[in-house]
């Protein structure tokens, strides 16, 4: 005879002790044999609640440290992303279908052999996957993303599937570029200060040069007319001068 199955119905059941559990109720009819049951449900229920809460815990932090996860099925060319990733690339998950190559289409031209390269490598060297590199979005910015992989491998060593997190360091990358730029400007006003500076010395130097010149040059008149007051039997005029030009130890021993 026809067998009629009616959709099991949820309900929660009070115990003696207080507590709740789900029960899924159900039944079944043969035409000979009238069947129900209970399914209890209120660990899978618990469990499913815990791994809910987990997963969005997991995503919030994510999306704190701009770090997504993701995997790639070698055998089948799929690629999984969490959330993160896709709010990093910027790709709308319901759009997308992913794969390997679908991927490198988003990675930023000029980047894009040497991340191809660098994977593949990866899996023949078998060692971790380590690279930096940029993603160019549809409205021109530039974004940068460092990822690090690992490749599970069989028994042959036939790469299986790779784990990898992509880690978004754009402003990382933007405050490393400020840095650099402050640090060159700094430098530049360094040198044309010393520049500034040498040829103030230089300046200096010569106006010194100048000036000892001009000072030996008084010197030597002012004695040149002590000479020629005692050829007429005068007192030097500028005793100080000849003092200062020949100490008194010096005159003694003359």
């Known amino acids: 005879e026809e067998q009629t199955d009616i959709e099991p119905i949820e309900a929660v059941v009070t115990c003696k002790d207080g507590s709740e559990k789900i ?5 079944i009819s043969t035409g000979q044999v009238d069947c129900s ?8 229920r618990k469990a499913n609640e815990v791994l809910r809460q987990s997963e969005r ?3 919030e932090a994510q999306g704190l440290a701009h770090l997504g996860n993701w995997r790639l099925d070698l055998a ?6 969490s959330d993160e990733v896709f709010k990093i690339f910027e790709v709308d998950k319901e759009l997308l279908p992913l794969s390997y190559e679908s991927f490198l289409e988003l990675v930023h031209p000029d980047d894009r052999e040497a991340v191809d ?5 990866s899996l023949k060297n078998l060692q971790p996957y380590d690279i930096i590199h940029r993603l160019l979005m549809k409205d021109g910015r530039i974004k940068y993303v460092s ?6 491998f069989d028994t042959m060593q036939k790469p299986l599937y790779s784990i990898g997190t992509v880690h978004d360091i754009t402003k990382i990358k933007q405050a490393e570029e400020q840095l650099n730029e402050l640090n060159r400007s700094l430098e530049k006003r360094i040198a044309e200060r010393t ?3 040498e040829i103030t010395n230089k300046k200096l130097e010569s106006f010194n040069e100048v000036m000892i010149e001009r000072e030996m040059r008084v010197v030597e008149m002012k004695m040149e007319v002590n000479r020629l007051c005692r050829e ?9 001068t000849e003092r200062a030009v020949n100490p008194p130890n010096q005159e003694s021993k003359s």
């Open 147 to 152: 990822e690090h992989s690992e490749t599970h």
């Open 23 to 27: 029960i899924s109720w159900g039944f």
């Open 195 to 197: 520049e500034e500076l």
């Open 76 to 81: 089948n060319n799929i690629l999984e992303w």
């Open 57 to 59: 815990r997991l995503s």
């Open 232 to 240: 007429l039997d005068r007192e030097p005029i500028y005793p100080d």
């Open 37 to 44: 049951f209970g399914l209890d449900l209120t660990d899978i």
């Open 117 to 121: 390269q660098a994977y593949k490598e």
